[in-house]
């Protein structure tokens, strides 16, 4: 698996994590969702994930959108 897979992993995760805690326990959950949508537009536009600098400083293998 190289950071590009992690990453979006992740953020899938993420957002199915939020959207049955926002069913289960608050609608504020929504809020997360939110940020991850809005974390995932900015890295598009910009390159800049912290998501992808964790899984690269763990030893991941660099992918084509985060070197």
């Known amino acids: ?35 991850v949508g809005l974390n995932l537009l900015q890295a598009a536009f910009t390159g800049f994930c912290p998501a992808a600098m964790l899984f690269r400083k763990l030893g991941m293998a660099p992918g084509c959108a985060f070197k």
């Open 1 to 35: 698996m190289n950071v590009d897979r992690a990453v979006l992993s992740f953020a899938g995760v993420m957002v199915l994590a939020s959207v049955a805690l926002t069913l289960w326990v608050s609608p504020w959950f929504l809020l997360l969702t939110g940020f």
